[in-house]
């Protein structure tokens, strides 16, 4: 391959010739290796996106797993309870302020909070003394809206009742009593309408509290596997309307650390399945019981055995803790989990997310509401709303309309869209590499390249110890043999 004309070519100007070619190929095939060895060390990665269609559900009809859905209502304490009692009326408004860290008390709750929860109580008239002993959730379970005003729940023109024993239950969150609709993610769906859920929601407008800057709910669709205050992404629905949601499954498939970020052996947190804001959920968690020894609300799954703030607690620890948590977590330190009190959160390396398209209507048609109204089930849910002693009084044919709040869901298609996060520079692109620089500029192979390292073992043994194996010379007897 040349190496062979260095040592042994003809006139010394050709070997030379032949060195500098051989130099140069040889230090441009060294650079090229270090570049595809810097490239396979970076391990860089890349994704794959394929359409799969789920197994079958037990039919010869494709099936998809319905989302978890959980919904919301923006008025998380009634009117009809606070008003049953000042004391409440003005704590929850100074807990709805904090949680949406209005500045204008939260300096005051870090500098002086004793201070503070005296100066308001006396402002406002009212102790608190009596409530020290309730919690938040327990304020939530009395004083948020009632199972009913999920009026009715159907998927393919069928009670949900009857397809599953308990297609939802109350969950407990910073956005109050929320709805967990197909909470085991047992129910499935098709594509188009066969497969719709429809979901009847009753606002119970005249019953919010002026804290609640808007009417309507908050929607989250979500995997079985997380809890709704695990997750982003909430969908905002006004009532009076009509809301179509197409949805498309996908899933997603991540490179486990050290090459990528994930964690493959992370557990569920006490929010679910891992995800950055179940994550920090869990950390304001672990940081109110370190210094409070209570937690804001209990998680879903309470791996910790951890108990819920009191009242008393809140006013003199809590309040000023929690508020003190997530302003520091703009401190990038803080949310990288390297300064004191950090929180340092990596996600899954299997997730399943839902591809949501929302539609919405507000034409509504007064003969259809009227046609509704009617129904004696509608009518008697509708009536049992009013509440005159907190003037609360709906008439069904009028204040139907300005209530109602339907939501349709829906998948756009059967198919599963599945993104893998692969390495794109393996062992076999770096070996592909070093082999084809080597063909190319020295016309290396693997065994040429053996062969290189014995002829130049054998040339240095030559050239030091002075020995050349020489032919053989034949006997003179043969000599004599072959003349005749």
């Given at each position: 391959h040349?190496?062979?004309?260095?040592?042994?070519?003809?006139?010394?100007?050709l070997?030379?010739?032949?060195?500098v070619?051989?130099?140069?190929?040889?230090?441009?095939a060294?650079y090229?290796?270090?570049?595809?060895?810097?490239?396979?060390?970076?391990?860089?990665?890349?994704?794959?996106?394929?359409?799969?269609?789920?197994?079958?559900h037990?039919?010869?009809?494709?099936?998809?797993?319905?989302?978890?859905?959980?919904?919301?209502?923006?008025n998380?304490?009634?009117?009809?309870?606070?008003?049953?009692?000042?004391?409440?009326?003005?704590?929850?408004?100074?807990?709805?302020?904090?949680?949406?860290?209005?500045?204008?008390?939260?300096s005051?709750?870090?500098?002086?909070?004793?201070?503070?929860?005296?100066?308001y109580?006396d402002?406002?008239?009212?102790?608190?003394?009596?409530?020290?002993?309730?919690?938040v959730?327990?304020?939530?379970?009395?004083?948020?809206?009632?199972?009913?005003?999920?009026?009715?729940?159907?998927?393919?023109?069928?009670?949900?009742?009857?397809?599953?024993?308990?297609?939802f239950?109350?969950?407990?969150?910073?956005?109050?009593?929320?709805?967990?609709?197909?909470?085991?993610g047992?129910?499935?769906?098709?594509?188009?309408?066969w497969g719709?859920?429809e979901?009847f929601?009753?606002?119970?407008?005249?019953?919010?509290?002026?804290?609640?800057?808007?009417?309507?709910?908050?929607?989250?669709?979500h995997?079985?596997?997380?809890?709704?205050?695990?997750?982003?992404?909430?969908?905002?629905?006004?009532?009076?309307?009509?809301?179509?949601?197409?949805l498309g499954?996908?899933?997603?498939?991540?490179?486990?650390k050290?090459?990528?970020?994930?964690?493959a052996?992370?557990?569920?947190?006490?929010?679910?399945?891992?995800?950055?804001?179940?994550c920090?959920?869990?950390?304001?968690?672990?940081?109110?019981?370190?210094?409070?020894?209570c937690v804001?609300?209990?998680?879903?799954?309470?791996?910790?055995n951890?108990?819920?703030?009191?009242?008393?607690?809140?006013?003199?620890?809590?309040?000023?803790?929690?508020?003190?948590?997530?302003?520091?977590?703009?401190?990038?330190?803080?949310?990288?989990?390297t300064?004191?009190?950090g929180?340092?959160?990596?996600?899954?390396?299997?997730?399943?997310?839902?591809?949501?398209?929302?539609?919405?209507?507000?034409?509504?048609?007064?003969?259809w509401?009227?046609?509704?109204?009617?129904?004696?089930?509608?009518a008697?849910?509708?009536?049992?709303?009013?509440?005159?002693?907190?003037?609360?009084s709906?008439?069904?044919s009028?204040?139907?309309?300005?209530?109602?709040?339907?939501?349709q869901?829906?998948?756009?298609?059967?198919?599963?869209?599945?993104?893998?996060?692969?390495?794109?520079?393996?062992?076999?692109?770096?070996?592909?590499?070093?082999?084809g620089?080597?063909?190319?500029?020295?016309?290396?192979?693997l065994?040429?390249?053996?062969?290189?390292?014995?002829?130049?073992?054998?040339?240095?043994?030559?050239?030091?110890?002075?020995?050349?194996?020489?032919?053989?010379?034949?006997?003179?007897?043969?000599?004599?043999?072959?003349?005749?």
């Open positions: 040349g190496v062979y004309l260095i040592f042994v070519g003809g006139h010394k100007a070997r030379f010739l032949y060195f070619i051989w130099l140069l190929c040889v230090l441009y060294i090229i290796i270090l570049q595809a060895a810097v490239a396979f060390i970076s391990r860089p990665t890349g994704t794959t996106e394929q359409l799969v269609v789920e197994t079958d037990g039919q010869d009809i494709q099936f998809v797993k319905f989302p978890t859905i959980t919904v919301c209502s923006t998380i304490m009634k009117r009809s309870f606070t008003e049953t009692d000042k004391s409440i009326s003005a704590l929850w408004y100074l807990i709805s302020r904090l949680k949406v860290m209005d500045p204008q008390y939260v005051h709750v870090l500098e002086h909070p004793k201070r503070f929860f005296q100066s109580c402002y406002h008239g009212v102790t608190f003394e009596h409530l020290k002993n309730y919690t959730k327990e304020m939530f379970e009395r004083g948020g809206p009632d199972d009913n005003r999920l009026v009715y729940c159907k998927q393919r023109n069928i009670d949900c009742q009857d397809l599953t024993e308990s297609y239950v109350r969950e407990t969150s910073s956005d109050g009593m929320c709805w967990r609709v197909n909470p085991n047992s129910m499935y769906g098709r594509s188009g309408e719709r859920m979901l929601f009753f606002a119970d407008i005249q019953d919010y509290t002026s804290t609640s800057p808007v009417y309507g709910y908050k929607v989250k669709f995997d079985s596997e997380y809890c709704g205050e695990g997750i982003t992404g909430a969908h905002f629905m006004s009532p009076g309307f009509v809301y179509k949601v197409d499954l996908t899933k997603r498939s991540w490179i486990p050290p090459i990528g970020n994930c964690d052996n992370a557990k569920k947190s006490t929010y679910g399945k891992n995800s950055e804001e179940s920090l959920k869990e950390c304001e968690d672990r940081y109110m019981n370190k210094v409070c020894g804001d609300l209990l998680p879903p799954h309470n791996h910790h951890y108990t819920a703030c009191t009242i008393g607690q809140y006013i003199g620890c809590g309040f000023r803790e929690m508020v003190h948590f997530r302003m520091g977590l703009r401190d990038a330190s803080r949310r990288h989990g300064g004191e009190d929180c340092s959160c990596s996600h899954s390396c299997d997730e399943t997310h839902y591809d949501v398209k929302l539609l919405s209507t507000s034409a509504l048609s007064p003969v509401a009227d046609d509704l109204s009617r129904d004696k089930w509608i008697e849910a509708v009536a049992n709303f009013s509440q005159p002693s907190f003037n609360i709906y008439n069904v009028s204040d139907l309309l300005k209530n109602i709040v339907i939501l869901v829906e998948f756009s298609t059967v198919f599963t869209k599945e993104f893998k996060q692969i390495v794109t520079y393996s062992y076999s692109n770096l070996l592909g590499d070093i082999g620089v080597l063909g190319l500029f020295l016309g290396a192979s065994f040429s390249v053996l062969e290189f390292f014995q002829f130049t073992l054998t040339s240095l043994h030559k050239h030091f110890c002075g020995r050349e194996d020489r032919p053989k010379t034949l006997p003179e007897t043969e000599k004599l043999s072959s003349n005749d």
